[in-house]
């Protein structure tokens, strides 16, 4: 049973928008939307899709409005609806949200290292630990994976989601979750067996 696949997942990430362009922390569920440059990643991506032939039987969305926007275009390549999964939702940053990495750096430098060495710990202190986000995205993965069993599916998310997918699928320490860089309008592909995990290809981005 080593070698049996239990599930293969094609994760996209959304289209980009103002906050990822300027790498922003971001946990809001209807802001920001994709920008005119998102909806051109994703039109590659549906296109990517359509000539490799990956195949899907089911596709799952976070319920941030990025998502949705993204994972509307998807499900019109497989003429099918996508579900919603609320564990998708992205790492809730607290008094983070909105500001970039150097604002953040520039600020309270002490905090941003913490929440690069101490994942256990939430950072800031009305946010999600990295630990706790980790475990959430895995349970709610694993969650899709046994109700998929024999299935190829896609889920379309965020960086931090995607990132969290493969510390999980690697067993990556928690605090090397912030060094794995995913790209909007990328695709990472990760194939679920009974007793491991393997990435196929990760942040790729179509021309």
């Not at 060495?117 to 990295?130: R, W, Y």
Request: hydrophobic content about 30%; aromatic content about 10%; overall charge neutral.
């Amino acid at each position: 049973m080593y070698f049996s696949r239990k599930c293969k997942i094609t994760f996209i990430c959304h289209g980009a928008t103002i906050y990822s362009d300027e790498f922003r922390f971001s946990d809001v569920e209807n802001y920001p939307p994709i920008t005119e440059a998102g909806y051109e990643e994703i039109d590659k991506i549906c296109d990517y899709l359509r000539k490799r032939g990956v195949k899907n039987d089911k596709i799952y969305s976070s319920s941030a409005s990025r998502c949705l926007q993204t994972a509307k275009l998807i499900s019109k390549v497989y003429k099918k609806d996508f579900d919603i999964a609320e564990g998708l939702k992205p790492r809730k940053c607290g008094s983070f949200n909105g500001k970039t990495f150097e604002q953040v750096e520039r600020e309270n430098p002490e905090l941003l290292q913490r929440l690069i060495s101490q994942p256990n710990i939430a950072t800031p202190d009305d946010a999600e630990s990295v630990t706790d986000f980790i475990t959430r995205v895995s349970n709610t993965i694993n969650t899709l994976v046994e109700e998929n069993i024999g299935n190829r599916i896609i889920i379309v998310t965020h960086p931090d989601v995607i990132k969290a997918a493969i510390c999980d699928a690697l067993n990556i320490p928690h605090s090397g979750m912030q060094h794995i860089y995913i790209k909007t309008g990328s695709a990472t592909q990760i194939s679920y067996f009974e007793s491991w995990k393997s990435l196929v290809y990760s942040d790729y981005t179509p021309l």
